[in-house]
């Protein structure tokens, strides 16, 4: 039944015509979601570059940069078909595998073997790995319904389990861990068993309780001992917990005012650009603008999630649960670490935090998004993933 | 159904979402006040404190004794260090898992081995020569103090102090060549300072490294008044923590007085009756701020019978000024709840961690110390509020300024080293109770005491000092309470001629012993004296004579006369560790031979300053200033600048004076056969005469048979001009005539110049 879906392929059109259909169909609605997005977050990295009233020239140009190159990865995404790039997949996926493996033989910056360094930006594999795995996921499961038994998981769980381990080691627990939502909802919306799945995450949780002892550095272990009792650890582990409350509690409804040389975060938080730039916005912007970041996030995910179900093409269904889940999951994750709920784990705000390769990542995965909802079908089929 | 379970993660991210927006709402709307201040907290300023320069200590000319000298530190920020995550998470593991202070130790030193292990402290160790475990145990507690979050990791912390200014120029050359080497060898800078690897860590580059200017305690004269002078320590972390505890870091009124009434509450109650009698208020109501106001209000009689009562530190405490300028400009700067917070990290703020321990380093450390000063920056502040920083500058410490005169101190020292055995000499202004002179033998080198005390070497050179059998830590000239022989027969004289209980030129038939109770008591040599008068007794120091005068004037009111000259209490010598040695009255016999009877003999060995009498030369020489000034008792005291205290009420009249004063002159210058002065012999055969005429009592203290008994010279000189009153002691020297006597005459030819 699956194979006799077919597509309508406009070859005798002209490359510009279909190009002006392709951004016809594009889902605007997400585009203006993301475009708010960074828009937002450019402003606030200006603000959290700088020192005191003064703008990060510097650091703002280099953001800029980045969303150009961001931008760019977007529109060349939407070059091509995302088939061609799902039959590509499993080739990727090996690629950064040997990446994941080959980075972690370079000399460690700020303790952790996470990034190539090519001098002119730090290129991060893990990042990449996120639009790969999604693909490479859709790819595996598109034909398949072995995954509706709990033994035909295995081979969609190594497929995520492989890379975390490798991300594991750098170490970065914050981009192994969110493989985790992602791999859940893709293998669920897929309609594996509610029970298999809950049997894989007790296993997961065991496994968690494993690592702690066997895995985790004991930084580690005390990042998240911090969390669950900062003034134990105020001086150190706790120290970017507490000062990030301070600073968003702080803003309170109007906020502190953009760039604002009283602001909390300006002052005590370190990593306020990157993993903390939610709560420069949170002080500055206040209730207002850090509830309406939230709300453009959920926006965003829920249209990719209603892409998700608009499209009947199985990889692309798949493809767009699993981007959805990523970009919201990775901004509540996020956004819970800044607001206390989730311990310290080292991981960007998609879109908003300054780093070239997290920005072409999430790039990345909404062109992938962008392009499977502008895909014309026509469908002969029935509904697949039942 | 697989529209349905996108519906379901629509729903569930709509849930999460929810939450985190709830969370926000909690953190920004409902606790936004909580926030607020706990930003406002944020705005910590930062507080630095700044040390007050140490005061220097000089003798009565303005010679130098003890003084800083300038000297450098080795200091290290603790983020460049390559063990730095590892070793300060050890120390907080160690903190918080050791159930005891063994186990924190035992921990620390396995740390401190670690430490000493690694490339970087075996490398430094080996460029500035010292050994890499002194180094470890510097590193250590500077890592401590920034893993208690009394030191930013960013800021530089001393460990390793007293380097040579050469070694540290050649270390710095060293550093700067091979920071460029590195550079040029296209290292990023900035990546090899976030992330410093192991392999750098054998360059001759020490990241983080840094010198620092301090002071050391430096004692230019070695021994010489070691004892007066004291040493200086350093106080441990865990002391801070507990004077942190205390609140008594910033020096101020109330903290002091704080612990005062501490100190009152453990008081017995007996001691609390005496002092509310002496203040005139309800013992129940006895508080501190009514006391302190008492005493301040004390005029100096009032203030004598204070201190008499142990009440000195309290006189000490009302007279100092109070300091309220921090607190004001605290509350002005931080608000009240802050002032709580900086004074929980106190320890931070008292950048001179040493403190005195012994001597007048010691007793006179407030003086010497001066306070902190503090400096608040604010940051963040705009240009326009730069002018809210406000400086309050530390009070350097005072000089002081000792009553002790070198020449004296000398001439004493020379004295006691003359001989071997352990002793002490003290020599008062007899007038004014300054004390000229104050040595004990053997003596010590208070550089070894002055910290940082690290280093192999310096901690033999300790131990040594700590374990020696002679004791030479002992202040033997205040501290030390030994009987006191003879000497005491000049009180009694006084006592019983104040009382007209005696006339002096009575004789009395000395048959060599007397017998009471079934025992037999001698003189001296076991001879019979013959037909003895006072002049006569004091000058052969007759026992027989004073066990008579002592058993007709009694202990009790011979009692009275000791205490008011200042035996069997402290003098109240501004030292500490001072003893009060004993005399038995009803009081004393109460405390310490509860339920014994008292009787006739014992009066006897009291009148010759054996049995239960016991007290320190310092004592001695205070009776003896006493007498030679006319009946006056004089407060021995070290520093010169104290204020001045009206004389005291004579307890002896002028003519009480005199007459024993006669019997003291003819124990030294009398020379007739048969009757011959105790210290004649001292003075005048085979020496050369002095050019001043010295006047004195011998004393010869059994202690037990198997030890040669001690020897006491108390005196004064010169014996027509009054001057100074002295006392030598010598520890199991033995004969007072033979030992001590000779050491007087020494020390006063040295001083006076030898005869002409
Ligand atoms: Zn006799």
């Known amino acids: 039944m699956n194979q006799v879906w077919q597509t309508t392929t406009h070859r005798a059109a002209p490359v510009s015509a279909r190009w002006l259909e392709h951004l016809v169909r594009l889902d605007w609605f997400l585009l203006g979601c993301v475009a708010l997005i960074v828009a937002l ?134 981009t192994a861990m969110v493989l985790v939502p992602i791999a859940f909802a893709m293998l669920y919306a897929a309609g594996a068993k509610k029970t298999d799945l809950a049997l894989v995450n007790l296993a997961g949780i065991a496994g968690m309780v494993g690592m702690w002892y066997w895995v985790m550095k004991p930084y580690q272990q005390r990042r998240i001992l911090a969390w669950l009792d900062p003034e134990q650890y105020r001086h150190h582990e706790a120290w970017q917990l507490l000062q990030s409350e301070i600073a968003i509690g702080s803003g309170g409804l109007w906020g502190t005012g953009w760039s604002s040389a009283h602001a909390n975060a300006q002052r005590f938080l370190p990593e306020k650009h990157t993993d903390f730039i939610f709560a420069v916005i949170a002080e500055e912007g206040g209730f207002l603008m850090a509830g309406l970041l939230l709300l453009l996030f959920l926006l965003l995910a829920l249209a990719g999630l209603r892409i998700a179900r608009r499209v009947r093409e199985p990889a692309g269904r798949l493809i767009a649960v699993g981007v959805s889940v990523l970009i919201a999951g990775q901004a509540l994750i996020n956004a819970g670490v800044a607001l206390g709920l989730l311990p310290t784990t080292g991981l960007t705000l998609p879109l908003v935090s300054y780093g070239g390769s997290s920005l072409i990542s999430s790039f990345l995965c909404l062109g992938l998004l962008a392009n499977v909802g502008a895909k014309q079908e026509v469908v002969l089929a029935g509904e697949d993933f039942r | 159904m697989f529209r349905f379970r996108v519906h379901v993660l629509s729903a569930l991210l709509i849930a999460a979402f929810g939450l985190v927006l709830g969370r926000l709402a909690q953190l920004q709307l409902v606790r936004h006040e909580v926030y607020l201040a706990a930003r406002a907290h944020q705005t910590r300023p930062q507080v630095e404190a700044r040390a007050p320069k140490r005061g220097s200590i000089l003798d009565r000319d303005g010679q130098v004794l003890a003084a800083d000298v300038p000297s450098f530190d080795l200091a290290v920020r603790a983020d460049k260090l390559p063990f730095e995550r590892v070793t300060l998470n050890e120390i907080r593991d160690a903190r918080r898992q050791a159930r005891n202070p063994d186990e924190l130790a035992r921990a620390f030193s396995a740390l401190e081995a670690r430490l000493a292990g690694e490339a970087w402290t075996r490398s430094l160790a080996a460029r500035i020569g010292r050994a890499p475990e002194e180094l470890a145990q510097g590193l250590l507690r500077a890592l401590d103090r920034v893993a208690r979050g009394w030191e930013r990791a960013t800021t530089p912390v001393p460990f390793a102090s007293g380097i040579d200014a050469a070694v540290w120029n050649a270390l710095r050359a060293a550093q700067e060549d091979a920071f460029f080497a590195q550079a040029a060898q296209g290292v990023p800078a900035a990546a090899s300072v976030a992330a410093p690897v192991r392999e750098e860590t054998a360059s001759p580059y020490f990241a983080g490294l840094s010198c620092l200017t301090s002071v050391r305690r430096a004692y230019p004269h070695g021994t010489f008044l070691a004892h007066v002078l004291g040493t200086l320590g350093e106080l441990h972390p865990d002391q801070l923590e507990q004077l942190r505890a205390r609140g008594v870091l910033l020096d101020r009124l109330e903290d002091r007085e704080r612990i005062w009434s501490e100190t009152l509450g453990a008081w017995p109650a007996e001691h609390r009756r005496q002092a509310a009698g002496l203040l005139g208020t309800d013992p129940a109501t006895l508080s501190v701020p009514a006391l302190l106001a008492v005493l301040r209000g004390l005029d100096d009689p009032g203030r004598r019978a204070a201190r008499a009562l142990g009440l000195g530190d309290a006189l000490r405490w009302s007279d100092a000024p109070p300091r309220v300028a921090l607190g004001e400009a605290e509350r002005f700067w931080l608000g009240e709840e802050l002032t709580q917070s900086l004074r929980r990290t106190a320890p931070a703020a008292l950048p001179d961690t040493r403190i005195g321990e012994s001597g007048v380093e010691a007793w006179h450390n407030q003086l010497l110390r001066g306070e902190s000063g503090l400096s608040f920056r604010l940051d963040g502040l705009e240009e326009s509020q730069r002018a809210l920083h406000r400086d309050i500058a530390p009070r350097q410490g005072s000089n002081l300024r000792l009553t002790i005169s070198s020449a004296w101190q000398r001439a004493a020292e020379e004295a006691l080293a003359s001989q071997s055995h352990p002793g002490a000499v003290v020599v008062l202004d007899c007038r004014s109770g300054e004390v000229l002179a104050l040595a004990s033998g053997p003596s010590f ?41 003879s000497v005491m027969k000049a009180l009694v004289a006084a006592a019983a001629l104040e009382l007209g209980q005696l006339d002096p030129h009575a004789g009395l038939s000395c048959p060599g012993h007397v017998d009471e109770g079934g025992r037999r008591f001698h003189c001296d040599g076991r001879r019979p004296h013959g037909l003895v008068d006072l002049d006569q007794a004091l000058r052969r120091s007759c026992n027989v004579y004073f066990y008579r005068l ?27 560790g001072e003893a009060g040695g004993a005399y038995p009255d009803a009081a004393w016999r109460a405390r310490h031979l509860p339920g014994q009877s008292w009787s006739r003999g014992k009066d006897f060995l009291t009148a010759i300053g054996q049995g239960y009498v016991s007290a320190t030369p310092l004592q001695a020489a205070a009776l003896m200033a006493c007498l030679a000034n006319g009946g006056r008792p004089v407060t021995p005291r070290l520093w010169a600048d104290a204020p001045a205290e009206a004389p005291a009420a004579p307890v002896f009249s002028a003519r009480t004076a005199a007459l024993v004063r006669q019997g003291l002159d003819e124990a030294v210058n009398v020379g007739t056969p048969g009757a011959m002065g105790t210290a004649y012999k001292a003075f005048h055969q085979g020496v050369a005469p002095l050019p001043v005429r010295v006047a004195g009592k011998t004393g010869t203290a059994d202690v037990t048979d198997e030890q040669p008994p001690h020897a006491w010279f108390a005196g004064y000189a010169p014996a027509h001009a009054l001057q100074v009153a002295f006392c030598v002691f010598v520890e199991h020297g033995g004969h007072g005539g033979e030992v001590a006597a000779p050491l007087a005459y020494r020390m006063l030819r040295t001083v006076y110049g030898g005869g002409r």
């Open chain 2, 445 to 485: 080198d208070p550089n070894l005491f002055a910290p940082p005390r690290e280093g192999a070497p310096r901690q033999a050179a300790l131990k040594a000092l700590l374990e020696d059998a002679r004791l030479p830590l002992l202040n033997r000239a205040s501290a030390g309470q030994y009987p006191l022989g």
């Open chain 1, 41 to 174: 977050g450019t402003a606030f990295i200006a603000s959290a570059g700088g020192s005191g009233a003064s703008i990060g020239w510097g650091l703002l140009l280099r953001h800029c940069a980045y969303v150009a190159l961001g931008l760019a990865a977007f529109a060349a995404v939407q070059r091509v078909d995302y088939l061609v790039l799902l039959r590509w997949s499993p080739v990727l996926y090996v690629v950064l595998l040997g990446l994941l493996v080959a980075v972690l033989f370079t000399r460690p910056i700020n303790g952790a073997r996470s990034w190539f360094n090519l001098y002119v930006v730090n290129l991060q594999p893990s990042e990449l790995m996120k639009p790969v795995l999604v693909l490479a996921v859709a790819h595996y499961l598109m034909y398949r319904e072995s995954y509706k038994r709990l033994s035909g998981l295995l081979i969609p769980l190594g497929l995520f389990l492989v890379p975390m381990a490798l991300i594991l080691r750098q170490p970065d627990l914050g």
């Open chain 2, 550 to 576: 002592g058993a007709q004037v009694g202990a009790e009111a011979l009692g009275r006369f000791a205490y008011a000259v200042g035996l069997g209490r402290r003098t109240e010598l501004d030292l500490p």
